[in-house]
């Protein structure tokens, strides 16, 4: 058998760590994972937040980032031991034989120096290529990315091109060496929904026809299931399954892996359209101040008592900005907000106590939207004083309740945000917001910074307490598995409107206009062979048109 | 209009203004106290005849608004109106001696830039390690003593234990550079080193900011050598606050030449200044006050035009 | 409790230090304040651990009554510049429109002037009192506080939780004195530790061009006044204040850096 192309055995890694109040201790982030890769092959490693994907990644350029330490195994590039190789050494083979495309590429990119300048440097700088073959190479490049004006595409400053165009480049940048091994690092997480597939089959296009390994990095299984030959699945720093992409999809073994492929399906059942509305939302247009443009135009939107309505679209739709036109944090230019049966004042200091109390928010980031300096007690608590009065032990047996409602039970009244998960941190926001005992909680991205795992833990919890307390939702998100898991009727925006509304069953049912259709279809699917399908049909209905 | 030549216009068009208004402030500044501006000058011992001359001389009949105007006007015109000390032509004292100032200053800026970006990039290149630390402390100690004491330190030293240089730094106009450069030698010295502290430590902050960069790990990732990681990727968008670093301890060492040179009793603006605030004389103070805040308001106006220039977003518009 | 690491620790006794040396300088002074006891620019002995002064005083205690002039004007300064700057920035921050921009705009310009400059413009007519000094340092240096505060809350005022206070109806109390002012105070106190030093820096220095404290008080800057002509002669006199100074200078540093970086550790939060 050939020589693998990468090959690491026993790997371990190290970090210091700082914690606060504390001595600083060394902490294992990676144990024992061994894994091989072949010429040509890719090998998806997949896993929540903290399972070291990302570390094990980049080991293979034996790069630590942020004092990172590998500190034991071996990992060999074509029967190299690279991990303890010299500085010189690694310089030879990082941006050569090694090279990575990192997931925010608006950021791994110099501002100050044009895009080519950036694509080739590497190729000059270890002689690879003159500069003519290199830049023809970029070129050549650019156009199998399905970069616009591949000729002239290089001349352009970063700035200066889109997210989704910029991951592209990036992907140059990485192939343009004509490297053995690439590492993709959640390479289309930050792109929206209906680029991240353009991407994703460019991506994998040019896998295939450079012939290069690569290490696929991501958190979500079914982009890895389009891409991978094979899937190592980590949690923690340890190894948990490792297998051919058909075994893991199809007949995971351990018990993790079937939650991580589980996840994400739940279904909600719709409930009936009878309940009262309890918020009207009437031909809202908004704009920000100091700009000519609407973000808004005309939003028309129900919900019902004991509902949720899901507002869904990709960034720059205008679905957050129509959960601060109305909490009156953006007052509309024209429009109405009835909420339950009174007009409310556009702006927030014209809203009534009451008005405030029963509209309650919670925000994406839980770390933000609360006070690092106050006790998870006093931030629940608060409310409770601020709305009802509650004083001493009243105040304390009430704010346990609430612990006890969204599943926290004893011992967390006293701790600080920053001693919290972040699956915590987002519990303890939605007891702040039903302290208020509100009518209507606005729930803006709320499980989108959270693993898939924790995430359904959070669905789980606002639909009991829905059931149990009556409120309403207004459920913004851009995750179309989140939708289903959780609304009843649903809103498509796409820049600044509404394009569709109405029950969950018909918003997901066929005929769909255009911009819906798109969406839907863009969302990956958990199943081999699913991108495939999608861009052969969008290619037979653009030849049919 | 290119959006960069209208930022810079903007800017430029900014700094008038605010020297306008620091002039307006410079002015009141003189007009402050509750009573009258000619017995604190005098004091109280002064006769009727003589404030009546100095309410005079000063205009003090005349309401505030109408004397800065005249003294706007006057400056506008050259004319930064006489001394009530002795007398003397305000604009032609200042000449001189602006000169002498302006030498000692570049001399200690073009000493101090270059060695303090140099010692920021070596401090960044090996940061937290030794020469990074040995910097690190050489510089706060000499931010830590006012420049006036560290002016005496070094006189002590090479003026009079190990006499190298002159204690008192006299210049003139029949001097030749070299003579004049040994003259400077020890104020020169002490602007640069309370100078260099400063803009070390700035810049080693600007460009470490810099440094904690995505692109510069792509940079790392891509095989390139330290150092050209720093050259090539890393300076080119630490140019901005770099400048803005040198061009606030520029305007910073236009401020510290007033105390150097009275310690070295170097005949320039500063030393012209303090003479003058203690003999009460305000057509001198309010003349040096404005060049000052000329010289430190253009030099913050040349940081903001070059950081302008420098950034590619708004050099390369969509 | 977090330990105190020993550079922190080493700044902490020297400002303690040389606090009570300012608090107690009767009791620690060997002679009288402006009391005549030796001759001219004596050596130190015995009699005079630093040697005596121009007129023949002790040297150790003006510098004893010295560091307690300079110290408390330079205290008294920084918590006027403080309490001015601070709330005046917070203020800023939180009510933002025009006040804001009003506020915003007269700190650009007072700094568009520097402050040694500006200090001396004004000077030149007001009669040199300690409360003078005081109103015209603490009020110039206020401008630094301003930018500083207004800048720290500015960044929190965004924080959700602070949207989250505002969605709740709380008050503008609540949200200044609650949400943003636990949060701001440590940068805040930090920045205090710089702004003292440059105090003593500024006092010492006016003081040294003789428009500060006037004799016969003593202070550090004035100590190098009286004594600077004895440097031709080798008289070290007047360099004690720098070795006072910059101890005190570097103490305090020391424990500013301490407290900021406390913060930072606490802020980051990146444990998990």
Redesign the interface.
Known sequence: MAEALLEIRDLKIEATSYPPGERPRDVVLVDGVSLTLQKGRVLGLIGESGAGKSTIGLSAMAYGRGGVRLTGGTIRLRGDEIRTASAAGLRAIRGQRVTYVAQSAAAAFNPAKKLMEQVIETTLLHGLASRTEAEARAVALFAKLGLPNPDTFGQRFPHQVSGGQLQRAMTAMALCPKPDLVIFDEPTTALDVTTQIDVLAAIKEAIRDTGVGALYITHDLAVVAQVSDDIMVLRHGKMVEYGSVDQIINAPREAYTQALISVRQMEHPEKPAEAPVVLSVGQVTARYRGTHFDVLKNVSVDLRAGQTLAVVGESGSGKSTLARAITGLLPPRSGTIRFAGRELSRDLAGRSKDDLRELQMIYQMADVAMNPRHTVGQIIGRPLEFYFGLKGAAKQTRIQQLLDEIEMGRGFADRYPAELSGGQKQRVCIARALAAKPRLIICDEVTSALDPLVADGILKLLLDLQKVEGVAYLFITHDLATVKAIADSIAVMYRGAVVRYGAKSDVLAPPYDDYTDLLLSSVPEMRLGWLEEVIASRRMESAGN | MHPVVKLVAQRIALGML??L??SV??FA?????PGD?AQ??LGQQATPVALANLRAQMGLDQPAYIRYFEWLFGVLHGDLGHSLANGQDVAGEIMGRLGNTLFLASTAAVIAVPTAILLGLVSVRYQGRWPDKVISAVT??TV???????G??L??LF???YPIAP?VAMVDDTMGLLAKLHAVLLPATVLVLVVLGHMMRMTRAAILNVMQ???I?????????PFLVIFR?AF??AISPVVNVVMINL??L??GV??VE??FVYPGMGQY??D???K???PV??A??LV??AI??GL?MLADVISILAN??LR?P? | MRRIPLSALIGLVITAAYLLAALFAPLIAPYGMADVVGGVWEPSSSQFWLGTDGIGRDVLTRMIYGGQTTIAVALAATILSFTTGSILGFTAAVVGGWVDQLLSRFIDLVMAIPTLIFALVVLSVMPVTMLTLILVMGLLDSTRVFRLARAVAVDIAVMDYVEAARLRGERRGWIIFREILPNALSPLVAEMGMRFIFQVLFISTLSFLGLGVQPPLADWGGIVKENKDGIVYGIPAALYPAIAIATLAISVNLVADWILNRTTSLKGGRNG
Do not use: W
């Open positions: 605010l020297l208004a620091a402030l410079i500044g003189t007009q402050i106290l501006v604190a000058i706060l100690s830590s003593v006012p420049e006036f004491l560290l005496y330190i006189m002590y003026a009079v234990e204690s960069s995505a692109y790990e792509t940079a790392e990732l891509k095989g390139i050598r990727h080119p968008n305007a910073y236009v401020v007033v105390v009275v310690v200044l303090v003058h605030v203690a009460r004389d305000v103070v309010q040096c006050g000052f805040a430190y308001i913050n590619p977003r390369h969509k």
